[in-house]
């Protein structure tokens, strides 16, 4: 009498082969099919991966088809296995794991090789409901290779008290990683904190200096920033980092049409189950499409948003074509989110100074690609808004000095530490005078 085909071996054994097949299946002209059907469907162009990432995935179905196949085997061989595997809740559990598991493992292989090689390696943002994110409260971890602290109240540098102490002029900073002090690992090295120094030593006053600058921020985050916690200060003059990005970058998050996470959190983990999740190419995928939902219900609340969006608006769009009409209705959004941190600031008698930076490209040509800084110089002076253009001061400085754009940049926009000291001296006047006119008002 022959013993019959145990049910969870054969159950097994089909997921196996299918798990396998998959190796045949996914291949570069199935992906690449693939990758026209995503792009026609997301509206974007979804690219197709590189070969070597296919190859991988073919050896991934076949390793865990060839898995799975083997512990079919072994049920069959080992008359212990053979008698668990028969008892009829363990084959209701395999058939359960089996229609549960075989899906996700299969789209988990085949969504890897087009998702970006991203590893959530800190925990220095966090999500905010209003602002994105924010600087964790307390957080020490590593950010662009240097390690970055952050105090007691989400924010980079001294605690200072929110009441003012006598004798002092204080000086509250916004802007995002230029101000913040991206790769730099102390915060007295950073421009707002040298500049202090610099003002202390020439000009014989103490400085408080108050740096709430983060990591990515744009105008419209600053002034919530400014809103909630800047004013507490009572500052004696608010300067302004303004970055060419801060007018396009915030089109490539949801709340302004885009569909993409933020570079922050797409870098940091809340919890260990999110670094967890964060390496799964269906959990990725899954909050791609769930971002994509969001942008396109945004879109259409506002069709200037989806001109942006379908322009796929860059800096280097702000330099070379100014006049397009996308550019044009960017630029009226970004100043508009500036003039909302002026008139919050005048409306309490705090001065306003906005120290604009460029890009490295803008060095080598500042004639022909200054367009944006045209822009916010006429924006300002029409409006009374104390402006420093960094562009010529630091082309006049690097040709004095013999300079070139890498002895004071990192890479495309960042300050080295000596780029953070030049920056400190050229706008010390500025600053200066903005201190004295608010000290005689």
Same mark, same amino acid.
């Given at each position: 009498?022959?013993?019959?085909?145990?049910?969870?071996?054969?159950?097994?054994? *089909?997921?196996? *082969?299918? %798990?396998?097949?998959?190796?045949?299946?996914?291949?570069?002209?199935?992906?690449?099919?693939?990758?026209?059907?995503?792009?026609?469907?997301?509206?974007?162009?979804?690219?197709?991966?590189?070969?070597?990432? =296919?190859?991988?995935?073919?050896?991934?179905?076949?390793?865990?088809?060839?898995?799975?196949?083997?512990?079919?085997?072994? !049920?069959?061989?080992?008359?212990?296995?053979?008698?668990?595997?028969?008892?009829? $809740?363990?084959?209701?559990?395999? /058939?359960?794991?089996? +229609?549960?598991?075989?899906?996700?493992?299969?789209?988990?292989?085949?969504?890897?090789?087009?998702?970006?090689?991203?590893?959530?390696?800190?925990? $220095?943002?966090?999500?905010?409901?209003?602002?994105?994110?924010?600087?964790?409260?307390?957080?020490?971890?590593?950010?662009?290779?240097?390690? +970055?602290?952050?105090?007691?109240?989400?924010?980079?540098?001294?605690?200072?008290?929110?009441?003012?102490?006598?004798?002092?002029?204080? =000086?509250?900073?916004?802007?995002?990683?230029?101000?913040?002090?991206?790769?730099?690992?102390?915060?007295?090295?950073?421009?707002?904190? @040298?500049?202090?120094?610099? @003002?202390?030593?020439?000009?014989?006053?103490? !400085?408080?200096? +108050?740096? @709430?600058?983060?990591?990515?921020?744009?105008?419209?985050?600053?002034?919530?920033?400014?809103?909630?916690?800047?004013?507490?200060?009572?500052?004696?003059?608010?300067?302004?980092?303004?970055?060419?990005?801060?007018?396009?970058?915030?089109?490539?998050?949801?709340?302004?049409?885009?569909?993409?996470?933020?570079?922050? /959190?797409?870098?940091?983990?809340?919890?260990?189950?999110?670094?967890?999740?964060?390496?799964?190419?269906?959990?990725?995928? %899954?909050?791609?499409?769930?971002?994509?939902?969001?942008?396109?219900?945004?879109?259409?609340?506002?069709?200037? %948003?989806?001109? =942006?969006?379908?322009?796929? $608006?860059?800096?280097?769009?702000?330099?070379?074509?100014?006049?397009?009409?996308? *550019?044009?209705?960017?630029?009226?959004?970004?100043?508009?989110? $500036?003039?909302?941190?002026?008139?919050?600031?005048?409306?309490?008698?705090?001065?306003?100074?906005?120290?604009?930076?460029?890009?490295?490209?803008?060095?080598?040509?500042?004639?022909? &690609?200054?367009?944006?800084?045209?822009?916010?110089?006429?924006?300002?002076?029409?409006?009374?808004?104390?402006?420093?253009?960094? %562009?010529?001061? &630091?082309?006049?400085?690097?040709?004095?000095?013999?300079?070139?754009?890498?002895?004071?940049?990192?890479?495309?926009?960042? @300050?080295?530490?000596?780029?953070?000291?030049?920056?400190?001296? /050229? *706008?010390?006047?500025?600053?200066?005078?903005?201190?004295?006119?608010?000290?005689?008002?």
């Amino acid at each position: 009498m022959t013993t019959s085909r145990n049910p969870a071996q054969l159950l097994l054994a *089909v997921a196996g *082969v299918v %798990l396998a097949t998959g190796a045949v299946i996914h291949n570069p002209w199935t992906v690449r099919l693939a990758a026209r059907a995503a792009t026609a469907l997301v509206g974007r162009v979804v690219a197709v991966p590189d070969p070597s990432l =296919i190859q991988r995935a073919q050896l991934a179905y076949l390793l865990a088809g060839a898995i799975v196949l083997l512990a079919a085997f072994l !049920i069959g061989r080992a008359a212990a296995l053979d008698r668990c595997f028969r008892h009829p $809740l363990t084959q209701k559990l395999t /058939l359960a794991l089996v +229609v549960l598991m075989l899906p996700l493992v299969w789209l988990e292989i085949g969504l890897r090789p087009f998702v970006p090689p991203v590893e959530k390696s800190n925990r $220095l943002f966090v999500r905010d409901d209003d602002l994105g994110w924010r600087l964790r409260p307390g957080a020490v971890d590593q950010w662009g290779g240097v390690t +970055v602290r952050v105090n007691e109240r989400g924010f980079r540098g001294p605690v200072i008290p929110y009441p003012r102490a006598p004798g002092t002029r204080r =000086i509250l900073y916004l802007g995002d990683s230029v101000t913040f002090g991206y790769r730099m690992e102390r915060w007295e090295d950073t421009w707002p904190f @040298l500049l202090a120094d610099t @003002l202390a030593a020439r000009d014989s006053f103490p !400085i408080e200096t +108050v740096n @709430l600058s983060v990591e990515g921020y744009s105008q419209w985050q600053e002034n919530m920033v400014l809103t909630r916690e800047g004013y507490r200060y009572q500052p004696d003059l608010v300067v302004v980092g303004f970055v060419l990005n801060d007018v396009t970058e915030m089109f490539h998050l949801p709340r302004f049409g885009g569909s993409d996470e933020a570079y922050q /959190l797409r870098h940091a983990y809340a919890s260990r189950a999110d670094r967890l999740l964060s390496k799964s190419a269906l959990f990725y995928e %899954l909050q791609n499409v769930i971002r994509e939902v969001k942008a396109r219900r945004r879109l259409g609340a506002d069709v200037r %948003l989806g001109a =942006i969006q379908q322009e796929n $608006l860059e800096v280097e769009s702000l330099m070379r074509n100014p006049d397009e009409p996308a *550019v044009r209705t960017a630029w009226d959004l970004a100043l508009a989110d $500036l003039q909302h941190i002026v008139d919050g600031c005048r409306a309490r008698g705090i001065p306003v100074l906005v120290v604009v930076f460029p890009f490295t490209v803008q060095l080598d040509d500042p004639a022909a &690609l200054s367009a944006p800084q045209r822009v916010i110089d006429a924006y300002a002076n029409a409006r009374g808004i104390p402006a420093v253009d960094l %562009l010529p001061l &630091l082309v006049d400085h690097m040709r004095s000095e013999g300079m070139r754009a890498g002895d004071l940049f990192l890479d495309h926009d960042h @300050l080295s530490e000596a780029g953070h000291r030049v920056v400190a001296g /050229l *706008v010390a006047d500025a600053v200066a005078h903005s201190l004295a006119g608010a000290a005689t008002d």
